[in-house]
C-alpha cells in the first residue's frame, strides 16, 4: 500500500505544495528516494533511518521507495527528513494514516531531534491557503510558524513526542504567537548626537519621507556613514503586509533569529565592497536572495561605491527600477522583491580631499577622472538626491546643543507616509519614489511658476527623462512636508538643488578646474 503524507517545498520566496508517497515492498533491502531530490534530501536516507532505529522502532528489512511528487522540481534541503519518516512508519504500522488535513517539514538529527530549518513562514502561509488544518514544524520555528492564523502549528522537539502527538497519547494544544503589537523599537544610533549637516539631515529625511535613493559624496570623515547608520532610526513604520512580506524572504534566507515571529523593523543591509554580483543580487546553486532583497522594504547602504565592482554596481539598475531582481537559470527564473532605499556614499576622488576647503587633493585630474568613471551615468541618473557632505566645523562640533532627535523626525517621517498610503489608495504604489511614469501627472501637480522653472532647467542642464521624473517626485514629497497638494516654486527649486552634484562632478570638475597637484606641476 502506497502511503501519502503532505509536505511543503520553496521556490523563491514561494512555497508550493509537496506530496511524499513510500511503498515499502518485497525484494532485496534498499532505500530509494526519487521525485528529483538534491544531495541533502538523499542523504535524508541515512538520518531518517538512524532516527527511526533511535526512536525506538526497527528499521524495515525490505524495499523502500520514496516519491517526491511534483517530480518535475528540484527538491532541496532536509526538510523532506520529518515527512518521510512519518510515511515509512506509517507504511510500517506504527502510525494511522489519518493525517490528510496535516502537513510536516522539519530536519532530523541521528538521535531523532528536530532541526530548524528555513521558509517555515512562507510554508505555514501556502499550508493554509491549501487548506490544510495543522502543520507539525521543529520547535525552534514556532514563533516563525505561528504568525499565520487560520492553521494550528505544533511545535515538536523529538520524534518521541510526534509519536506521542500522532497516536493521542499526549493532549497538547497549538502553539500560540505573542501579539503582533510591537514594542517600540530602540536604535542605537540617534539624530540628535549628529553636530551640524543640516542639508544632510534635511536630505535624509526628504530620501525616508518619499522612499527616495540618495548618494552622499564628502571627505574622509565628514560624516557620510555615521549619517547612513541613523536613517533606520527615522524610516517609518513597517505595515503588516510590508512585515510578512520582509519576514518571508529572511526565513527563506535564513537570518530570522532564533525565536524571532516578524521582522518588525526595516531592515538595514551594509554588504562589503568586495560584495559579488551573486551576492547582491541572489543566485547560487540553490537559489537564494542576495542583498538587494534582504533589504527589500528598508535601506541597501554601500559605503564607498566606486570601490564596487563594475559589475556588482551595474547589477542594481534593473533592480531600482523595478523593483524586483529576476534571476534566470537553465531550470527556470525566480523573482525576489527588491524595493530598496539604496544610500551610497563615495569619496570625490582617490585621496577623498578633491574639493576640499582646507586640505589639497594630491590626486592628478586623470585619477580623479578615472575614480569618479567608476559609477556609470545609468547608475548615477538612477539615485534620486546628490549632496556633498562637508566637514563639520570645530564651533559646530564643540557645540554641548543637542540636535532634532531621531523620534521627532521620525513622527514627521510617519505622517508624510500616511499622507502617501491614503493618497495611493487601490493602486501598487507605496510612495513617492515608487510613482509610476503614467501617474506622475496625476499626483504631482505643478503651479504655472513651477512648471516655467523646470522647463528652463530641464533644457538648461540637459536632463534626461528619468532625471525629470525623479525631481518630480523629490518635488512631491517636499511639497508634502510643506502641506502642499500642489508643487510650487520653492519645491522645485529645493529638488533641482539635489540633482546638481552630478552635473559638478562629472561635467565642470573634470574638465575646467585643474587639480592642485596639476597646477603645481605646471
Known amino acids: 500500500m502506497v502511503v501519502k503524507i503532505n509536505s511543503m517545498g520553496i521556490y523563491g520566496i514561494e512555497a508550493y505544495a509537496v506530496c511524499v508517497e513510500t511503498d515499502i515492498s518485497r525484494g532485496l533491502p534498499g532505500?530509494?528516494?526519487?521525485?528529483?531530490?538534491?544531495?541533502?534530501?538523499?542523504?535524508?536516507?541515512?538520518?531518517?533511518?538512524?532516527?527511526?532505529?533511535?526512536?525506538?522502532?526497527?528499521?524495515?528489512?525490505?524495499?523502500?521507495?520514496?516519491?517526491?511528487?511534483?517530480?518535475?522540481?528540484?527538491?532541496?534541503?532536509?526538510?523532506?527528513?520529518?515527512?518521510?519518516?512519518?510515511?515509512?512508519?506509517?507504511?510500517?504500522?506504527?502510525?494511522?494514516?489519518?493525517?490528510?488535513?496535516?502537513?510536516?517539514?522539519?530536519?532530523?538529527?541521528?538521535?531523532?531531534?528536530?532541526?530548524?530549518?528555513?521558509?517555515?513562514?512562507?510554508?505555514?502561509?501556502?499550508?493554509?491557503?491549501?487548506?490544510?488544518?495543522?502543520?507539525?514544524?521543529?520547535?525552534?520555528?514556532?514563533?516563525?510558524?505561528?504568525?499565520?492564523?487560520?492553521?494550528?502549528?505544533?511545535?515538536?522537539?523529538?520524534?518521541?513526542?510526534?509519536?506521542?502527538?500522532?497516536?493521542?497519547?499526549?493532549?497538547?494544544?497549538?502553539?500560540?504567537?505573542?501579539?503582533?503589537?510591537?514594542?517600540?523599537?530602540?536604535?542605537?544610533?540617534?539624530?540628535?548626537?549628529?553636530?551640524?549637516?543640516?542639508?544632510?539631515?534635511?536630505?535624509?529625511?526628504?530620501?525616508?519621507?518619499?522612499?527616495?535613493?540618495?548618494?552622499?559624496?564628502?571627505?574622509?570623515?565628514?560624516?557620510?556613514?555615521?549619517?547612513?547608520?541613523?536613517?533606520?532610526?527615522?524610516?517609518?513604520?513597517?505595515?503588516?503586509?510590508?512585515?510578512?512580506?520582509?519576514?518571508?524572504?529572511?526565513?527563506?534566507?535564513?537570518?530570522?533569529?532564533?525565536?524571532?515571529?516578524?521582522?518588525?523593523?526595516?531592515?538595514?543591509?551594509?554588504?562589503h565592497h568586495t560584495v559579488s554580483p551573486a551576492g547582491l543580487s541572489g543566485g547560487g546553486t540553490i537559489l537564494r536572495p542576495g542583498e538587494i532583497s534582504l533589504a527589500h522594504n528598508g535601506v541597501l547602504f554601500l559605503d564607498e561605491l566606486p570601490e564596487f565592482s563594475r559589475t556588482a554596481m551595474e547589477v542594481l539598475r534593473q533592480p531600482l527600477e523595478d523593483g524586483k531582481v529576476t534571476i534566470s537559470r537553465v531550470s527556470g527564473s525566480i523573482s525576489y522583491p527588491s524595493s530598496v532605499m539604496l544610500i551610497a556614499a563615495m569619496n570625490p576622488c582617490p585621496c577623498g580631499y578633491f574639493g576640499h576647503p582646507t586640505k589639497p587633493c594630491i590626486c592628478s585630474r586623470k585619477a580623479v577622472n578615472q575614480y569618479l568613471s567608476r559609477v556609470s551615468g545609468p547608475l548615477l541618473d538612477r539615485l534620486d538626491i546628490h549632496i556633498e557632505v562637508q566637514p563639520v566645523k570645530f564651533d559646530e562640533l564643540s557645540s554641548n546643543e543637542k540636535s532634532e532627535s531621531s523620534a521627532t523626525i521620525r513622527a514627521r517621517v510617519n505622517h508624510q507616509r500616511k499622507l502617501q498610503l491614503e493618497r495611493f489608495k487601490g493602486t501598487p504604489i507605496t510612495c513617492n519614489a515608487r510613482i509610476t511614469t503614467d501617474k506622475l501627472h496625476e499626483f504631482c501637480p505643478l503651479d504655472d511658476t513651477a512648471t516655467t522653472i523646470m522647463k528652463r532647467s530641464f533644457d538648461a542642464m540637459g536632463l534626461s527623462a528619468r532625471a525629470y521624473d525623479r525631481i518630480l517626485k523629490i518635488a512631491r514629497t517636499i511639497a508634502d512636508m510643506d502641506n502642499s497638494e500642489v508643487i510650487k516654486r520653492d519645491h522645485i527649486f529645493e529638488a533641482i538643488q539635489f540633482r546638481n552634484l552630478d552635473k559638478k562632478y562629472w561635467n565642470c570638475l573634470l574638465y575646467t578646474s585643474p587639480s592642485p597637484r596639476d597646477r603645481t606641476r605646471s
Do not use: C, W
Open 31 to 271: 532505500f530509494e528516494i526519487v521525485g528529483l531530490p538534491g544531495i541533502a534530501v538523499k542523504e535524508s536516507r541515512d538520518r531518517v533511518r538512524s532516527a527511526i532505529k533511535n526512536s525506538g522502532f526497527t528499521f524495515p528489512s525490505q524495499r523502500i521507495t520514496v516519491n517526491l511528487a511534483p517530480a518535475n522540481i528540484k527538491k532541496a534541503g532536509a526538510l523532506y527528513d520529518l515527512p518521510i519518516l512519518v510515511s515509512i512508519l506509517t507504511s510500517m504500522g506504527a502510525l494511522t494514516n489519518t493525517f490528510d488535513d496535516a502537513v510536516f517539514i522539519g530536519e532530523l538529527s541521528l538521535s531523532g531531534e528536530l532541526r530548524p530549518i528555513n521558509g517555515v513562514l512562507p510554508m505555514a502561509i501556502e499550508a493554509k491557503n491549501l487548506g490544510f488544518k495543522r502543520i507539525f514544524i521543529p520547535f525552534d520555528n514556532a514563533a516563525e510558524g505561528a504568525v499565520v492564523d487560520g492553521i494550528d502549528v505544533f511545535p515538536i522537539k523529538k520524534v518521541s513526542e510526534l509519536i506521542s502527538v500522532l497516536r493521542n497519547q499526549t493532549s497538547t494544544e497549538p502553539y500560540k504567537t505573542i501579539t503582533r503589537d510591537t514594542a517600540q523599537a530602540t536604535f542605537s544610533y540617534d539624530f540628535s548626537d549628529v553636530k551640524g549637516q543640516v542639508l544632510a539631515k534635511r536630505a535624509l529625511e526628504i530620501a525616508a519621507a518619499g522612499g527616495h535613493n540618495i548618494l552622499m559624496i564628502g571627505s574622509p570623515g565628514a560624516g557620510k556613514s555615521m549619517l547612513a547608520k541613523r536613517v533606520p532610526s527615522i524610516l517609518p513604520d513597517m505595515t503588516f503586509d510590508e512585515m510578512i512580506e520582509t519576514s518571508k524572504i529572511h526565513s527563506i534566507a535564513g537570518t530570522m533569529l532564533n525565536g524571532q515571529s516578524l521582522i518588525t523593523e526595516r531592515p538595514f543591509r551594509s554588504p
